[in-house]
């Protein structure tokens, strides 16, 4: 069994374009979990994530705040208890539309690590 609260996790601080704080609550290369992970990510308003095709499936799971989900060019209201189970393939980004934060709970399957996510996330914003 394993146990923490999901707001004693660093994680990483996303900068613009993508302005966001995303925690690795679980993964693979942090807590030798095997078969998924958790990350919260907190997009604060006015900001998104990156438009970028996923490479596994995703079930995200709004839990507060307001958005927009922009899949494969088209556009979904988001907000509070919206599930989203994104397929691989799929194309998205997540956009708070509100004046708060908008926070998300995600599993990756199969799990990410969270170096990896990291690296990613931080290089999108790069190109951004």
Do not use: W
């Not at 900068?15 to 995303?22: L, S, Y």
Request: net charge positive; aromatic share 6%; glycine share 8%.
């Amino acid at each position: 069994m394993k146990l923490k609260n999901i707001y004693e996790v660093e994680g990483v601080e996303v900068p613009e374009p993508f302005k966001r704080r995303v925690r690795v609550v679980f993964a693979p290369d942090q807590d030798r979990v095997r078969d998924l992970d958790l990350v919260t990510a907190t997009i604060y308003p006015h900001s998104s994530t990156d438009y970028r095709p996923r490479n596994l499936t995703e079930l995200i799971i709004i839990a507060s705040g307001k958005g927009i989900l922009i899949c494969n060019g088209r556009n979904y209201d988001i907000g509070k208890g919206t599930a989203i189970l994104v397929e691989q393939g799929d194309t998205i980004q997540i956009k708070n539309t509100g004046s708060k934060n908008l926070e998300l709970f995600s599993i990756h399957i199969p799990p990410v690590n969270a170096k990896e996510l990291y690296q990613t996330l931080l290089k999108a914003a790069k190109i951004g």
